[in-house]
């Protein structure tokens, strides 16, 4: 167990639809990532925050946002959502600050089903 | 931009025996750090190992053993008295240390490895 929590496990919706996933970093970490794994684009960044502040974006669509409450867990929103955004959404966590604290630990992912 | 390749999508193994999986990146940064994490059927992604560039000396966490060759951008993990346990995907990724506050990971395709009774 890492420390890191997800939920929901599972979400199944349909086309056009918004969804929400949580994370809940390890006690202590205040950066948090969050990954898309899929089958034809691999585990691919989306985006991170740092104690309540994005710093950095990745391959995030405009569809796609989130944020990180002063509890220092995070939200990640789907909406608008299309039959290729089914996929494996990991959150990492890791201390922060500086290079030297970045080692990221991963939740156990929530699986997206759009159908 | 960073990359990173692993060339063997499967490998099997017999349990007891050592195991070596292959990763090669391309970078131009000097600071950075590697890794490799493992996802079982579970899915969960879990660390392995990890190391730092600017350390010479490789890795080593029990089993597990990294060969870091930095010159030919070349890392390696060995794992050694291979268990049913081990049976996962392993990935390599690369975080670059330096030029800012970005530090995701930069994944590989990953290698399927089964550890065989």
């Known amino acids: 167990d890492s420390g890191v929590t997800q939920t929901p496990k599972h979400l199944i919706t349909a086309t056009g639809q918004r969804v929400t996933l949580r994370c809940s970093p390890r006690?202590?970490?205040?950066?948090v990532y969050w990954y898309q794994q899929s089958l034809d684009q691999g585990l691919q960044f989306l985006i991170q925050?740092?104690?309540?502040?994005?710093?950095a974006k990745g391959n995030i669509l405009e569809r796609f946002s989130a944020q990180q409450f002063p509890d220092l867990h995070s939200e990640l929103n789907l909406s608008s959502l299309e039959l290729g955004d089914s996929a494996l959404y990991f959150c990492a966590s890791s201390v922060g600050g500086s290079w030297s604290q970045e080692t990221q630990y991963f939740g156990p992912g929530t699986r997206l089903l759009v159908l | 931009a960073q990359t990173v390749t692993q060339s063997q999508p499967e490998m099997s193994v017999q349990e007891a025996e050592t195991v070596t999986l292959s990763c090669t990146y391309d970078?131009?940064?000097?600071?950075?750090?590697l890794f490799w994490y493992k996802q079982p059927p579970s899915r969960q992604m879990i660390l392995v190992i990890r190391?730092?560039?600017?350390?010479?000396q490789n890795a080593t966490e029990n089993r597990f053993s990294v060969n870091f060759q930095k010159a030919a951008k070349s890392f390696s993990l060995k794992i050694s008295d291979s268990q049913l346990g081990d049976t996962a995907m392993y990935f390599c990724a690369f975080m670059k240390t330096s030029g800012g506050s970005n530090y995701k990971l930069t994944f590989g395709k990953g290698t399927l490895l089964t550890v065989n009774p």
């Open positions: 925050y740092y104690n309540g502040e994005e710093r």
């Open positions: 190391q730092e560039a600017y350390k010479q």
């Open positions: 970078t131009s940064e000097n600071n950075y750090y």
């Open positions: 006690s202590g970490d205040l950066s």
